[in-house]
């Protein structure tokens, strides 16, 4: 398999990686913990983890707490899938320039058709 051909099937696998992901978050998820001061103790006790889902949108910090073992995972999960999605991206971008400099190099560069517009009619 010569170079280009290598290059487009990777790129088809690429947008299929691309299609498989069916949900996916902007964002990240954080610990919180909070001091706590108990009767009778002189140190504050730490509580916590208390997990938090956090974006920015716009000028805005969201931030939303995730409160089950289940609404946990599920919120890694869309996290990861968004940071697959943006490696994938990147590497679709690499990929389709390559291949126009290969393209270029070899002069298989496909023709394109001629607008209809730019005829004179003569």
Same mark, same amino acid.
């Given at each position: 398999?010569? *170079? /280009?051909?290598? %290059?487009?099937?990777?790129?088809? !696998? %690429?947008?299929?990686? %691309?299609?498989?992901?069916?949900?996916?978050?902007?964002?990240?998820?954080?610990? $919180?913990?909070?001091?706590? /001061?108990?009767?009778?103790?002189?140190? !504050? !006790?730490?509580?916590? *983890?208390?997990?938090?889902?956090?974006?920015? $949108?716009?000028?805005?910090? %969201?931030?939303?707490? /995730?409160?089950? *073992? $289940?609404? @946990? $995972?599920? !919120?890694?999960?869309?996290?990861?899938?968004?940071?697959?999605?943006?490696?994938?991206?990147?590497?679709?971008?690499? @990929?389709?320039?390559? /291949?126009?400099? @290969?393209?270029?190099?070899?002069?298989?560069?496909?023709?394109?058709?001629?607008?209809? @517009?730019?005829?004179?009619?003569?």
């Amino acid at each position: 398999m010569d *170079p /280009l051909q290598q %290059i487009e099937a990777r790129r088809l !696998a %690429i947008l299929d990686g %691309i299609k498989s992901i069916r949900s996916m978050r902007r964002g990240s998820i954080t610990e $919180q913990f909070f001091p706590v /001061l108990r009767k009778g103790q002189k140190q !504050a !006790a730490r509580r916590g *983890p208390y997990y938090v889902f956090t974006r920015h $949108q716009g000028s805005k910090t %969201i931030s939303r707490r /995730l409160t089950t *073992p $289940q609404v @946990l $995972q599920q !919120a890694r999960e869309d996290v990861e899938a968004f940071k697959r999605f943006q490696t994938l991206c990147r590497e679709y971008e690499r @990929l389709t320039e390559k /291949l126009g400099e @290969l393209e270029r190099e070899t002069g298989q560069e496909k023709k394109r058709l001629k607008s209809g @517009l730019s005829k004179t009619g003569k």
